[in-house]
Nanobody
Framework: QVQLVQSGGGLVQAGGSLRLSCTAS????????MGWFRQAPGKERDFVAA????????YYADSVKGRFTISRDDAKNMMYLQMNSLKPEDTAVYSC??????????????????WGQGAQVTVSS
């Protein structure tokens, strides 16, 4: 089983940048893909980005394309989300997730079986 621990997040002004990190431990060799999701108050959890662990293919929500970059460091078992040009509407709790088996749709939260503890990102206008 994989465990995920997040770091990063915080408060930033609109137009600023933040980086989120997610460290995986345990049976990381079984990870098929990892992703980032976010949930704003009173809203459903939304897909942000995902990366296939083997090959490194990346997938993004339209709302963050060109502004956010997902990446991984195999040697450190870490995943990152670099967020640039942040907007107030990016304010949410961001969670990393891992899928241990093949998934068809990276944007579906139910496809992931392990989750990080979440981190608040607040973008002020």
């Amino acid at each position: 089983q994989v465990q995920l621990v997040q770091s990063g997040g915080g408060l930033v002004q609109a137009g600023g940048s933040l980086r989120l990190s997610c460290t995986a431990s345990g049976h990381t060799f079984s990870t098929y893909a990892m992703g980032w999701f976010r949930q704003a108050p009173g809203k459903e959890r939304d897909f942000v980005a995902a990366i296939r662990w083997t090959g490194g293919s990346t997938y993004y929500a339209d709302s963050v394309k060109g502004r956010f970059t997902i990446s991984r460091d195999d040697a450190k078992n870490m995943m990152y989300l670099q967020m640039n040009s942040l907007k107030p509407e990016d304010t949410a709790v961001y969670s990393c997730a891992a899928a241990s088996s093949y998934i068809l749709r990276y944007s579906v939260s139910g496809a992931y079986d392990t989750w990080g503890q979440g981190a608040q990102v607040t973008v002020s206008s």
